[in-house]
């Protein structure tokens, strides 16, 4: 029991001794430092040890700093204030200094509204009045007495050969049939094909590894892995020419996809370079250029309606 005794003895005086460092440790204090350094180094004279009690309990330093700190506060306060009365003041100049500017774009913006509506009206009304006049001209009957026409016979099947093109004064009594996208002209192409070669089965031809390819003719009841044709379709004016690099194109096609024969059918013409093309040699009976004229003729002979392209944008 001595010895225990004389262990929370000696803990107690060690207490005790640094009593003033404690007590310093656990709050702010100005004079921090030199309590500690007094309580340790002359604490055991006891008369510097009370000096270090009392200044550890004084509340003198403490004031003082928190007098500073809420010095300190007020003034970076103060200077926030400014800072933030200063930034006001310069976004008004600068809101007062743009808002002509931003009147002004605001009106130009109007303006242009406007403008792009009235355009779009007008455009909306000329496309009305054109296909009002269209339709007041297919209404009204012909001026002139239309001839008779007998049905052409349909041509005999001739695998290797191509058929006869109809006589130049086939005409047919009805109204023309407008085309106005490609899709829709590959349709009427694919229509007229399928009535004028009787024993031919004609099919689309896929988007991927086509080149330009619309259509493709396989032999009634033969194999539907390599086309007996191959067609490309070209919708355009009436007065415009298809040159020498798009027959030369559709005859590389053609040796691609392994066909016998390659038809290029336009609502247009072809110039004279793509007509001396195949003007002689081989090609002549392998590569066919079929303008516009001659597609309605084959059109008129098999009991179908002539076709016209129709540019809504001209």
Not at 285 to 307: C, E, H, K, S, Y
Request: net charge negative.
């Amino acid at each position: 029991m001595d010895g225990i005794g004389g262990f929370f003895t000696v803990i107690a005086i060690i207490v005790l001794y640094f009593l003033p460092t404690i007590i310093v440790a656990t709050k702010i204090h100005r004079e921090k430092t030199m309590v500690i350094a007094l309580n340790f180094f002359l604490g055991w004279t006891v008369i510097c040890w009370f000096i270090a009690l009392y200044m550890a309990l004084s509340r003198e330093g403490v004031e003082q700093l928190q007098a500073n700190q809420a010095i300190t506060v007020d003034a970076l306060k103060g200077q926030y204030e400014s800072q933030i009365k200063e930034l006001r003041r310069k976004n008004r100049q600068r809101y007062s200094a743009q808002r002509p500017q931003r009147m002004a774009d605001s009106s130009q913006r109007d303006a242009e509204l406007a403008n792009r509506e009235t355009e779009l009206d007008n455009l909306k009304s000329e496309y009305e009045e054109r296909l009002r006049a269209l339709s007041d001209e297919r209404c009204q009957p012909a001026s002139r007495p239309q001839p008779e026409v007998t049905a052409a016979p349909q041509p005999q099947a001739q695998p290797s050969s191509e058929p006869q093109a109809p006589p130049p004064q086939a005409e047919y009594e009805g109204e023309p049939l407008y085309v106005v996208v490609p899709s829709q002209f590959e349709r009427v192409v694919a229509e007229t094909l399928s009535r004028r070669f009787g024993d031919q089965e004609v099919e689309a031809a896929d988007d991927a590894g086509s080149r330009g390819i619309d259509l493709k003719l396989f032999e009634s009841g033969g194999s539907q892995s390599q086309p007996s044709a191959i067609v490309q379709c070209a919708l355009q004016a009436h007065d415009d020419a298809i040159e020498y690099r798009a027959v030369s194109d559709l005859l590389g096609s053609m040796s691609l996809h392994g066909a016998d024969r390659a038809y290029l059918i336009t609502t247009g013409s072809f110039s004279d370079d793509a007509q001396q093309m195949i003007a002689s040699g081989t090609m002549q009976d392998r590569l066919i250029l079929v303008d516009g004229m001659t597609f309605n003729q084959w059109r008129t002979q098999t009991g179908l309606a002539p076709v016209h392209y129709l540019s809504l944008a001209g």
